[in-house]
């Protein structure tokens, strides 16, 4: 397999049929339709193509195909703050709610028969929910999962047991902590609790596989972010969409298809994307490396867990020279790994590894240098890892490696000697999203967890602002709240900032662009700022979220 054709995550390719994004001209539908194969169109310039791994390079073949790129696993990122992000002096005093606009949740559910969801006479405030897990009735134009309308919720709480009717779109939990944040109303709260925008309406995206919620494919995100705006767009209603999901798996410097992809959608309708940046500032997960001409560096790393496979995601400048030396906890080697073979895999210590030299890109000059681990027998084989970095020609010398998130292998799997910059995970790298990163409103401290930035190489600054993430009470799916933290947590505070300030300017008519980079940049230009830091920063970004600035500035 070549990763001049198949992006930046070069695994062997799976048996049977699979999915791949592709950036295309022309007709697509007339290839797929010529290869008899599936292609679902997302814009113009990308779509989704299923295709068994045969067809691959027959599909490459086609001139309007301009790239390919393998899916990737994404993992959802897991009092009062609203006083500390200045948000409910902007209810009370401008009587903002967020009616008129839409926040789009894309998750692992909502529980819709929470009373945070609901109007005062007990209907839905949810406008769609589409369920990508289970089969059924699936949305206009795409292939898979159920819809559900306000009237098929509405017509389900008419019932006694209405999850008889409509099962419950939320096993995690998370996707209804993260909609209570930005959208919840307080309705069974005792005035304890209320969201952003309690009065914003919802339409809901569940992601993933049935009882694989907390994972979900890079094209499954793709299409929950065309399906709420198309949606926003048919309903016409300006539209702020929540993303708190993660992965460590790329380049962290914007340039993957699907962060493309998703900078082209923050360009379409009346939208803002936010999303987290993770919760892998203190994970060990990353680690950086300045390589000197024919010097050998140690990257010592530890694994220890009940997972079976992980990965090492190695990036660099294309013009150095790297090779490498595997060492497993036994001290059995993989010898020397030369660039003179793309691919290379070994088995040693109970672990089959593939290494494959990837190249540039036509969007990312630099060079990804991919190590995939799985353990031939259950689990991955515990203990301490050397990777021998020895550098044969360098120019820049400069390399970044990435493990895996916290959420897949925790915390005790980690670098020896880490680097706590640019641990954001993607998609927050996109450059047109609102990047969110967490701090403690309590103690008015930056959470320890917060993914720091700035993307790789410094291209540019990220986070773009913080928000709360310790210790946030929000609905609990099942019932009554809780406390969470995470960034999952702070990214919906900012979502539900968002919508406030579209309905100021798009609804209520008070300032008709206020949407897209326009709304980032005021939100950049409210935020608070403390004596003695430098803004904007790798942890703060512009400062922490205040939305009663933003409005001193925009009225």
Known sequence: ???NFTGNNPLPLPAGNFEVIVKYHGNIEQIAESLGIEAEILTESYAIITLDAGQLEELRQFSEIEYIELPKTLVYLLNRALRNSCIDQVQQRMGLSGKGTIIGTIDSGID?????FRNPDGSTRILYVWDQTSPGIPPAGFSAGNEYTAADLNQALMSSQPLDVIPILDTVGHGTAVAGVAAGNGRSGGGDYVGVA???????????QKGQESFARTTEIMRAIKYIISRAT???MPVSINLSYGTNNGSHDGNSLFETYINDMAARWKTVISVATGNEGFAGHHYFGQAVANGTITVEFITVGNYSDFYLT???????????ELIAPSGQSTGMITPLNELSIFTIDNMRITI??????PYNEAQEVFFYFEAVDDFITQGLWQLNVTATQVVQGGFDIWLPVTEKVGTETAFLRPDINTTLTLPSTAISVIAVGGYNSQINAVADFSGRGYTRSIVYVKPDLVAPAVGIITPRAGGGYDAFSGTSIAAPFVTGSAALM????IVEGNDAFLYGQRVKAELQKGAKRMPGIVYPNREWGYGTLCLENTFTYLR
Do not use: C
Not at 112 to 116: E, F, G, L, N, S
Not at 198 to 208: C, K, M, Y
Not at 314 to 324: A, S
């Open 198 to 208: 309690p009065e914003a309406s919802l339409i809901v995206v569940r992601l993933g």
């Open 502 to 505: 579209m309905e100021w300017g």
């Open 356 to 361: 494959v030299y990837g190249q540039p890109t």
């Open 112 to 116: 819709y028969t929470h009373p945070d």
């Open 314 to 324: 190695l990036w660099k400048n294309f013009v150095d020279t790297f090779t490498f």
């Open 234 to 236: 048919e309903l016409n």
């Open 1 to 3: 397999m070549s990763n």
